[in-house]
């Protein structure tokens, strides 16, 4: 059974930082691409950062210079570091895993930046 456990979300004031770790089993992880998605109330789920197998990343543009993605295949974990967080990165933040035709969700952990 394949399982995709985020956390670390939570409530941070804009400038603040906060990291999200993404946990996964029931996968050879270190054949994935993984990825952090988010969607904000109205809006559609859009691609924020991924990282494939050879560790090559790439960001949506809104969070170059602010977000780092990373991995350690030994933990089996994916995380994403985020740092100047401003109010428009509120959203649920998802984690995504995929290889070939298997592409695998979690359940997903909410991101608040409010003063």
């Known amino acids: 059974q394949v399982q995709l456990v985020e956390s670390g979300g939570g409530s941070v004031q804009p400038g603040g930082s906060l990291r999200l770790s993404c946990a996964a089993s029931?996968?050879?992880?270190?054949?994935?691409?993984m990825g952090w998605y988010r969607q904000a109330p109205g809006k559609q789920r859009e691609l924020v950062a991924a990282?494939?197998?050879?560790?090559?990343?790439n960001y949506t543009d809104s969070v170059k210079g602010r977000f780092t993605i990373s991995r350690d295949n030994a933990k089996n974990t994916v995380y994403l570091q985020m740092n100047s967080l401003k109010p428009e990165d509120t959203a649920i933040y998802y984690c995504?895993?995929?290889?070939?035709?298997?592409?695998?969700w979690g359940q997903g952990t909410q991101v608040t930046v409010s003063s």
């Open positions: 995504n895993a995929v290889f070939f035709f298997r592409d695998y």
């Open positions: 029931g996968i050879i992880f270190s054949m994935f691409t």
């Open positions: 990282i494939t197998s050879g560790s090559s990343t």
